[in-house]
């Protein structure tokens, strides 16, 4: 079945790169996503990557997939205490709807 | 583990009709839920976050008249769609976090289909 793992927690300094692991069964998936849940706030959706692609950056962050691998890692740049947080990796393969992660904690210390 | 339970997973109705689709936190207490929405082809996107005892919070351009949400338990939220229309046809899926927001339970979803 689908499943998509996530290591449970990161911890980091202010001003550190922070990169945090994802990986995934279905190697049909069209599109990996990247979702952000902030303390009581539903999530939100950061970046995403569409399957043909290796990497995408957007300012601060810059997501890898290594298709071989199905291996998806986001990296926070220049991390801020505002970045902690609750991040979900999420696959959708055609068709079907999104299969999370279990989400990893990122905190951020000053 | 803790488990998050949402039905029905599919439900077909016809047009101007309500439809009721329920979210159970199984072995913990959740003051708060989320409702989301996800179109084909589309990410999930927030609709509204449910709070046990007060009014939910709606995001914006959601309509709050016609999706009601009600949280009326520790361990339940519902969402009716009201009047429901084809275009309303969608797959809606809720999440519970626990307590400190440690980690987020999702429930299997519930494909909406208005004919």
């Known amino acids: 079945g689908e499943d998509v793992e996530q290591s449970l927690f990161l911890s980091v300094r202010e001003g550190d790169s922070s990169v945090i692991n994802c990986t995934y069964t279905d190697s049909s998936s069209t599109y990996l996503y990247w979702y952000k849940q902030e303390p009581g706030a539903g999530l939100q959706l950061l970046t995403y990557i569409f399957s043909n692609m290796d990497m995408k950056q957007d300012q601060r962050l810059t997501v890898l997939l290594n298709k071989k691998d199905k291996h998806l890692s986001l990296r926070i740049a220049d991390t801020q205490t505002g970045d902690s947080a609750i991040y979900f990796c999420a696959e959708s393969p055609p068709g079907s709807t999104l299969t999370f992660g279990k989400g990893t904690m990122l905190l951020v210390s000053p | 583990g803790a488990v998050v339970s949402q039905h029905p997973s599919w439900v077909i109705c016809k047009s101007g009709t309500s439809v009721k689709i329920e979210c159970r936190s199984l072995?913990?207490?959740?003051?708060?839920m989320f409702w989301y929405r996800q179109f084909p082809k589309q990410s999930l996107m927030l609709m509204a976050t449910s709070n046990e005892g007060s009014k939910a919070t709606y995001e914006q351009g959601v309509e709050k008249d016609k999706f009601l949400i009600n949280h009326a338990s520790l361990t339940l939220s519902t969402l009716t769609v009201t009047s429901a229309h084809p275009e309303d046809s969608s797959f809606y899926i809720c999440s519970a976090p626990r307590i400190l927001n440690t980690e987020a339970f999702f429930g299997q979803g519930t494909r909406l289909t208005v004919v």
């Open positions: 072995d913990f207490q959740a003051t708060t």
